[in-house]
């Protein structure tokens, strides 16, 4: 056999003729590109200046001067669903990924885990001689995985990726970002009064990967994945990017619609005879008032106000990130890799209408199905954009920059969703220069394209199993096209929280149902039907007068509902789905013991306090000076903290970032050993569904403080900022002690969390008990 030694081995190495076998790595094919792919978050086609919009993006500017811009490119409509289609080029729901990773259940479509028979871009580009790396947003490892000790299967580094710097879930705090590095988290390298932003953070790091593989495989190509937080909220940007669109939006959003839509004629990037849609009214039933746009000449001067300055965030956030992707650039160019790298710059869904009617200052009031405040809101006014916010613009803005089509994010039916921007840049392999294109197209098609201008395909078996194969079409022949010239693309499904359509040969038929409002009723949908190829805003319903034609769309509806496993429907309420309880690699218990000196513990596998009765107990032995942090859990935007501070023992319950903040404060401690702890007497729900109850505080078997208390029934935070022992991470829970605020002046030696039904009788024989049965 040709692989046997061929050598000679004696006892001594002397005497011994070695055999080297050659080694022959895989190699990309010959001048294959790099790939460089920039996914921003939640922009709807008419923000940025390549398209007309009023949002300065000078690199992607640059880009589009020097390659193609697309007009007709499009997404999901939701995040980790668009994806799940750049990794692995199928459908999403084959990929189990219909919802996000919050929002699974256990259907095949909506599993939440990418299957064998779906090798990946990177598993793929892997073994084809490419080095493979992702910077930022992932949102594809299913919740119950995102620990340190969870199953690492569904990480980037299992998913064909060499290196990974970024986070795991759906956003994070732009400011105090939860970051994972490879297979393991890490704290943040410095700090926001050090000049710390997440947009900078990702690039730097993508920087410092691409000049490693220059140093040591500079021959070798490498395909790049660069995913920021822009622009899913919260909308964080430095004060000088804020300040930069000072009154840019005074006019409203009523009048931006019209604006903008005229300057996407006169560029091109649509027809003349495009029409401008309807905003989105309030709903007679009410069912989905959460998406429902406030007419601007009917706002109060304070809202115009503040709804302007929620824009100009925004804005500051979006050019401040594209700035960053700039310095990326110039470094492709100083190396000499700009010409032959293939580049995609986009966004995976509609701009987001989950800040609702009124913008809020605390996303995760919506994830909560918490109304909003406008004087809380005009009370942050002056700090919008800073770490004390977590904010988004009201939906009035989400319609304005998805224009000209209706509604936004998450409307799968409509392109307000579903249609986003599109530059690609290859100087290299494309000959047109700043030109437009019109095909047809979906984020499915980015693998095929990949795949074919390098000159290679997707295997038919993958370690041994046998692949599915690709559901997207190649755009590489629109290169060099006409810009008006015919697609590939035959058909494309679209469904996403209860909402569906389906776009064939130029036509588009939408069911008319609104997500998130738990109604069910499906079959009682009434479907549209529009003439995209000549109504490309899908203004004109022509369901009467094409019944024969809608009929045919609806039925090649439900032929790749078959096909790609999208049933069953489902539009429950965001905190209904993101409150479901899913199976655990862990058996679930009723008591938690943690301990200090461990990484923070995401909140998809710590201990579940939402909607119940609960206890937190710490054993401590304290001096004198001790101070600190004994627990924390979430941030100033959700969440709860057990400290000493003064020489006091505090709790804090952080209600969705609602002040005043809820504390409840003891005596004078005495040094010495002792059980410190609290518990919440769940006793009803509140009018939006929070948990309402009495809280009391206890040293050992005494109770020291008490009062009414209300709790979140939804998550602390989306964005990290786990549950914490001897110190806060990230952003502090409370406003009463700064970051990390470690404790010292004694010990810590454990702390238990008790979320079964049972109520104290004794707390500091509890206490003891809860630790010997650990």
């Not at 069911?511 to 069910?520: K, S």
């Not at 109850?693 to 078997?701: A, P, R």
């Amino acid at each position: 056999m040709s692989d046997e030694f061929q050598g000679r081995i004696e006892l001594d190495v002397r005497d011994s003729v070695a055999d080297w076998k050659p080694y022959e790595p895989t190699k990309a094919p010959d001048d294959a590109p790099n790939v460089l792919v920039i996914l921003y978050d939640d922009t709807g086609m008419a923000s940025w200046s390549p398209y007309g919009g009023r949002i300065n993006m000078p690199t992607m500017d640059r880009l589009a001067e020097n390659g193609l811009t697309y007009t007709q490119w499009h997404t999901t409509a939701l995040c980790s669903p668009t994806r799940s289609t750049f990794l692995t080029g199928r459908n999403h729901h084959l990929n189990g990924m219909g919802n996000i990773m919050e929002g699974t259940n256990g259907f095949p479509g909506l599993s939440g885990h990418i299957p064998a028979e779906c090798a990946t871009i990177g598993q793929v580009l892997q073994q084809n001689g490419y080095s493979t790396f992702w910077v930022g947003k992932d949102h594809n490892v299913p919740e119950e995985d995102i620990s340190a000790g969870g199953s690492k299967e569904q990480w980037p580094l299992s998913q064909g990726f060499d290196r990974f710097y970024g986070f795991l879930g759906g956003e994070t705090n732009n400011w105090y970002p939860d970051l994972v590095e490879d297979n393991h988290f890490i704290e943040q390298p410095y700090l926001p009064e050090d000049g710390y932003h997440l947009s900078r953070d990702l690039a730097d790091q993508t920087i410092r990967l691409l000049r490693d593989q220059n140093a040591s495989n500079p021959s070798k190509p490498w395909y790049t994945w660069f995913c920021p937080g822009a622009n899913h909220a919260p909308h964080h940007a430095p004060q000088e990017y804020i300040d930069k669109y000072k009154g840019a939006f005074d006019d409203g959003y009523d009048a931006y619609r019209s604006w903008v839509l005229e300057r996407m004629i006169e560029r091109g990037i649509l027809p003349s005879d495009t029409a401008l849609t309807p905003l989105n009214p309030m709903p007679e039933d009410q069912a989905n008032a959460a998406d429902f746009v406030k007419p601007w000449d009917e706002l109060s001067e304070e809202e115009k106000r503040l709804f302007s300055r929620m824009a100009e965030v925004f804005a500051g956030f979006s050019e401040y990130t594209d700035a960053q992707i700039g310095r990326l650039i110039d470094y492709l160019e100083e190396t000499g890799q700009l010409d032959n790298t293939l580049i995609f710059y986009c966004a995976d869904n509609g701009a987001s209408g989950e800040g609702s009617p009124d913008g809020s200052v605390n996303e995760n009031k919506f994830f909560n199905g918490f109304p909003d405040d406008l004087a809380e809101n005009l009370s942050k006014i002056d700090v919008l954009g800073g770490p004390e916010t977590y904010n988004h613009y009201p939906t009035g803005w989400a319609a304005a920059f998805s224009s000209p089509f209706q509604m936004f994010k998450r409307y799968s039916q409509f392109s307000g969703g579903t249609c986003d921007p599109m530059v690609i840049h290859w100087p290299a392999g494309i000959k047109a220069k700043g030109e437009i294109r019109h095909q047809y197209h979906h984020s499915v098609d980015v693998v095929a394209t990949v795949l074919d201008v390098i000159g290679i395909e997707m295997p038919e078996e993958f370690r041994g199993i046998e692949q599915r194969p690709l559901d997207g079409v190649s755009m590489k022949y629109s290169f060099d096209a006409e810009p008006d010239g015919p697609t590939q693309k035959s058909v494309q499904y679209y469904a996403m929280l209860g909402t569906r359509g389906i776009w064939k040969d130029g036509w588009k038929a939408a069911a008319i149902h609104a997500p998130l409002t738990g109604h069910g009723r499906f079959d009682e949908d009434r479907w549209e039907l529009y003439h995209t190829d000549e109504d490309r805003s899908e203004s004109k319903d022509v369901a009467a007068d094409y019944p024969e034609k809608l009929r045919e769309l609806v039925t090649a509806w439900n032929e790749q509902a078959e096909k790609n496993h999208v049933l069953p429907l489902d539009d429950r309420s965001a905190r209904d789905q993101l409150t479901i309880e899913r199976p655990q690699s862990e058996p679930p218990r009723n008591r938690y013991i943690y301990y200090p000196g461990t990484t923070p513990v995401p909140e998809s596998v710590a201990v579940n306090v939402r909607g119940r009765s609960f206890k937190i107990i710490a054993n401590v032995e304290i001096e004198a000076d001790a101070q600190g942090v004994i627990f924390a859990h979430g941030s100033r935007f959700g969440g709860h903290a057990l400290f000493i501070k003064d020489n006091r023992l505090n709790y804090v319950y952080n209600f969705l970032g609602i002040p005043p903040e809820q504390t409840y404060t003891s005596g004078k401690l005495e040094p010495g050993k002792h059980s410190l702890g609290m518990e919440f007497n769940r006793l009803k729900s509140g009018e939006h569904g929070e948990s309402v109850g009495q809280c009391t505080l206890f040293i050992d078997d005494l109770a020291v403080a008490e009062g009414p208390m209300r709790a979140q029934v939804g998550k602390f935070t989306l964005c990290g900022d786990g549950l914490c022992v001897g110190y806060d991470s990230a952003d502090t829970v409370s406003t009463q002690y700064t970051n990390p605020f470690p404790f010292t002046g004694g010990t810590i030696q454990g702390v238990g969390i008790d979320v079964s039904s049972e109520q104290y009788l004794d707390f500091e024989l509890e206490a003891l008990g809860a630790f010997a049965r650990e």
